[in-house]
């Protein structure tokens, strides 16, 4: 998960690997002698394979091991604000904006990024970016590559996925 996570464009890998490695944490004990001594310890481990996943891919996903992080620890504040963070990201009420301003975030994002049809689908669209750009340069200017791959991914789909380079103009990006 960490060799996916720090590779340019892999990252969307550990979505699966995510999905089964929580199942077979869900199958264990609370605690589990010599591998996590307390609750607390099992809620550490859920939260180091979330920390190589990028939870706005899989927000629904990531809100049921943060629910399960928050059960195994409750007194985990610095989890309980990343689940409030998820659950307002998915919250159609609350506005792009509005949602970039009370959680800090500094770049718009296309609000389809939001939905469920998007989180099933990214793994898919991922898989098939990392195919079709595997002998293309990670170097500058890659994500202009990669975002015109996704959105022609997205668009075979049906969804009309903008960049964040469309989503924020005047922004540069490499």
Same mark, same amino acid.
């Given at each position: 998960?960490?060799?996916?996570? +720090?590779?340019?464009?892999?990252?969307?890998?550990?979505? &699966? @690997?995510?999905?089964?490695? %929580? =199942?077979?944490?869900? +199958? @264990?004990?609370? &605690?589990? $002698?010599?591998? /996590?001594? &307390?609750?607390?310890?099992?809620?550490?481990? @859920?939260? #180091?394979?979330?920390?190589? *996943? *990028?939870?706005?891919?899989? $927000?629904?996903?990531? *809100?049921?091991?943060?629910?399960?992080? #928050?059960?195994? =620890?409750?007194?985990?504040?610095?989890?309980?604000?990343?689940?409030?963070?998820?659950?307002? /990201?998915?919250?159609?009420?609350? !506005?792009?904006?509005?949602?970039?301003?009370?959680?800090?975030?500094?770049?718009?994002?296309?609000?389809?990024?939001? &939905?469920?049809? /998007?989180?099933?689908?990214?793994?898919?669209?991922?898989?098939?970016? +990392?195919?079709?750009?595997?002998?293309?340069?990670?170097?500058?200017?890659?994500? %202009?590559?990669?975002? +015109?791959?996704?959105?022609?991914?997205?668009?075979?789909?049906? *969804?009309?996925?903008? !960049?964040?380079?469309?989503?924020?103009?005047?922004?540069?990006?490499?």
């Amino acid at each position: 998960m960490v060799e996916n996570y +720090s590779t340019m464009g892999e990252s969307w890998k550990n979505l &699966t @690997l995510g999905r089964e490695a %929580f =199942n077979l944490m869900l +199958s @264990l004990p609370d &605690t589990f $002698p010599g591998e /996590y001594d &307390t609750p607390a310890d099992k809620a550490d481990l @859920l939260g #180091q394979m979330l920390d190589r *996943i *990028i939870e706005t891919e899989a $927000p629904r996903f990531c *809100i049921s091991v943060r629910e399960e992080m #928050q059960r195994l =620890n409750p007194s985990d504040s610095e989890n309980e604000h990343s689940l409030a963070m998820l659950h307002d /990201y998915i919250n159609p009420a609350i !506005s792009m904006e509005d949602f970039c301003k009370c959680h800090r975030r500094h770049l718009k994002f296309d609000p389809v990024e939001r &939905t469920e049809e /998007y989180e099933k689908l990214i793994p898919y669209v991922e898989s098939e970016i +990392s195919k079709e750009l595997k002998d293309h340069p990670r170097g500058m200017g890659f994500c %202009f590559a990669y975002w +015109s791959a996704k959105r022609a991914a997205f668009a075979r789909r049906g *969804i009309d996925w903008k !960049s964040p380079a469309f989503m924020n103009p005047g922004v540069m990006f490499d």
